[in-house]
């Protein structure tokens, strides 16, 4: 099993989870993290530190949510690992909470 990074990441971008990851497995795109499934151990550190409640374990994804784990995988494979803290965009709290963000992601 794995934790997966859900639309609720996108144009939100804090990253208080890559501070507790043991493993480094988070990765930064343009206005999302992502979440290496072949690196995350599953260990449950990054799901509370979400301000935004993007985190989910991928038994708890929803139908919509589920195309968010190959997606999770497939921008691992490109972005660079993120491991300290970074400050969230200036209009994160504005697109805290927003449904279905898919369509603003950027690769």
């Known amino acids: 099993m794995t934790f997966v990074v859900t639309d609720n990441c996108i144009k939100c971008k804090y990253t208080d989870c890559v501070e507790v990851c043991p493993v480094d497995c988070f990765h930064e795109g343009p206005n999302m993290l992502v979440i290496d499934p072949d690196e995350c151990i599953d260990c449950t550190l ?24 190959s997606l999770n995988a ?28 898919l369509e603003h992601l950027e690769r």
Request: glycine share 4%; net charge negative.
């Open 46 to 69: 990054c799901e509370p530190e979400c301000p935004a409640e993007a985190i989910k374990s991928e038994d708890d994804l929803t139908d919509y949510e589920q195309q968010f784990l």
């Open 74 to 101: 497939e921008l691992a494979k490109g972005w660079p690992v993120i491991n300290e803290m970074k400050d969230p965009p200036a209009d994160a709290d504005e697109w805290k909470g927003v449904a279905e963000k």
